[in-house]
């Protein structure tokens, strides 16, 4: 007789149409309801909870707005790929979803809702299970089942949101009629807003065009991590400190009951085992009624470890990690709030710097003007004073004459070199497109285009790198009123309505963070009170009722 045929034995609900014939690990979702003479629980098998995830962390939304994902299907994409779907039911309708249109929704409910915690979604394949399981990763049913918990809780907490829920994207994201998401994607305002930077819209209006936006500058972004204000240091370096340790906590606890999780696995393979010995020996040995008893008392205690694994993995492992990318989305959004009162300070200082620049520009007028004056009236008594003047003329003489000659001897040198120029320029042209592929990665983080950038580049003045002293008149009229037209129409403006977006994400940022810690902390809690009341309890009374009344050994 084969092993297995001694391990399926072993199962003592094996041959028969029990819940436990094939273990847990298979699908319960269309099994019929048993005789209770043959249940599990009347021998000692402690429950499967079948209630979702999201009822052991979060408040159930009513009756009328619940929204439930109850299936998933295996269909071809727009790609004519192989995609898994997840049937989510709403309002008495339903309606399949990739995983990827989850990622768009959130991606684009965080630049509407700029100041807000938006709930988390389910990791995407690491690249370990990639490479251990390149076939069939996409296929994995544990895998998918945690994806609907997961993104069930998602769909919950947002639909529990009264303003999320009325988001345009939301509704048409559960509307049965929007079948090819792809197509909303590229449609309306949807697409507008997710071509943008968050940088580069307001968070009070992110929907509502401004012209005063196409003035913001993208501060630099590596300059994030040492600044600070003294806003920054009261407020928000607390809630960052105190988010950064609960998340500390929170991994830990996730890598413990990991650990855990594995080991008890591997305690009930010993156990399968150890029951398929029992089995073996209850052939050979003359007391078999006795073996097979305590066989078959192991049988339903290997079956409660693995009820055990199941219940640790639902109520406590997948709670923890939406309590850890909840406090990875809380701490992005402290970096965003951030680099929002970076960019303001950014702008401040150019600002400051233009009106620096004009200033000198009108001083430069002024003292030309005076200087002016003076030498047109020609009306000074003082010889002395007279003698300077003739000389500050004879000095302007002769540097017209220097620049004259110095212009002919350059256009000359350009002549004769202008062979070299252009083999030099071939010669480089490769090292410079590396050098504007390298920096691609930045304006993709600013979420603008080398050619936006470029523009902005070539749009400037040349006369805006010269010194004062060394514009002529009608660069230096042309520059003063260029300045006063971007600081009285563009920059001063944009100033305005930027630090009313710092003001207005500061705040709802401050309330909705410590808002979103309180319910972390008490989540916390409610998963440690299961542990103690459910879980492990659950498993010890199931224990006790298995070896309680052990008559085999008696």
């Known amino acids: 007789m084969d092993y297995d045929e001694f391990s399926n034995d072993n199962n003592p609900f094996a041959g028969s149409n029990h819940f436990y014939s094939n273990g847990i690990s298979t699908t ?21 909870d079948s209630q979702p995830l999201v009822s052991h962390i979060s408040a159930q939304t009513s009756d009328n707005t619940n929204v439930v994902i109850t299936n998933y299907e295996v269909l071809r994409d727009f790609k004519n790929i192989t995609t898994v779907y997840y049937k989510i039911e709403y309002m008495s309708n339903s309606v399949l979803r990739r995983y990827t249109d989850f990622v768009f929704l959130r991606s684009h409910l965080t630049k509407l809702f700029q100041a807000k915690v938006i709930p988390p979604i389910p990791e995407k394949h690491s690249l370990g299970r990639l490479i251990k399981n390149p076939f069939t990763y996409k296929s994995d049913t544990k895998i998918i089942y945690r994806r609907i918990r997961l993104l069930q ?7 529990s949101d009264p303003e999320i829920r009325q988001a345009e994207v939301l509704v048409r994201f559960l509307e049965p009629s929007q079948r090819n998401w792809h197509q909303v994607v590229k449609s309306g305002h949807v697409a507008s807003l997710s071509s943008k930077s968050v940088l ?3 968070p009070r209006n992110p929907t509502i065009p401004n012209p005063y936006l196409v003035y913001l500058p993208i501060p630099p972004l590596g300059l994030a991590t040492k600044y600070n204000s003294s806003l920054n240091s009261r407020i928000f370096v607390p809630l960052e400190k105190k988010t950064k340790l609960l998340l500390q906590r929170v991994q830990g606890l996730e890598q413990i009951c990991k650990k855990l999780i594995k080991d008890f696995e591997k305690n009930r393979l010993a156990m399968v085992e150890l029951g398929g010995f029992f089995n073996i020996f209850s052939i050979l040995e003359d007391q078999q009624k006795y073996i097979e008893e305590f066989g078959n008392k192991i049988d339903l205690t290997f079956l409660n470890i693995e009820i055990l694994t199941k219940s640790i993995t639902v109520k406590i492992y997948e709670p923890l990690i939406i309590l850890r990318l909840t406090l990875v989305a809380i701490l992005r959004l402290l970096h965003y709030r951030k680099l929002k009162e970076l960019q303001l300070s950014h702008l401040q200082e150019i600002i400051v710097k233009k009106q620096i620049r004009l200033k000198s520009l009108i001083e430069r007028v002024t003292s030309e003007f005076k200087l002016y004056q003076v030498l047109h009236d020609n009306s000074v008594d003082s010889p002395s004073l007279n003698r300077a003047i003739n000389e500050l003329k004879m000095k302007k003489q002769k540097r017209k004459q220097l620049d004259e000659s110095s212009l002919i001897i350059i256009n000359e040198q350009l ?9 030099i320029r071939d010669h480089d042209n490769n090292s410079t497109l590396d050098k504007s ?8 983080i600013a979420g603008t285009s080398s050619s936006a950038s470029s523009n902005k580049i070539h749009a400037r003045s040349p006369s805006s790198h010269k010194s004062v002293s060394k ?3 009608e660069e230096l009229g042309s520059e003063i009123s260029t ?17 009313l977006d710092v003001k207005f994400i500061s705040i709802e940022v401050e309330k909705n963070v410590n808002s979103q810690l309180a319910k972390v902390i008490q989540k916390l809690y409610d998963i440690m009170n299961d542990w103690q009341s459910v879980v492990f309890i659950e498993f010890a009374h199931s224990c006790l009722k298995i070896w309680g009344n052990d008559t085999c050994l008696s």
């Open 471 to 473: 514009l002529t008149p």
């Open 28 to 48: 319960t979702e269309h099994v019929e309801p048993q005789d209770s003479n043959t249940s599990g629980a009347s021998l000692g098998v402690q429950s499967v």
């Open 483 to 499: 300045a006063r037209l971007e600081l009285s129409e563009k920059l001063t403006p944009c100033f305005t309505n930027l630090m």
């Open 415 to 423: 002549h004769k070199d202008n062979d070299d120029e252009s083999f």
């Open 153 to 159: 809780y998602f769909l919950t907490e947002l639909i």
């Open 200 to 202: 580069l819209t307001s």
């Open 437 to 444: 592929n390298q920096g691609n990665w930045k304006t993709a």
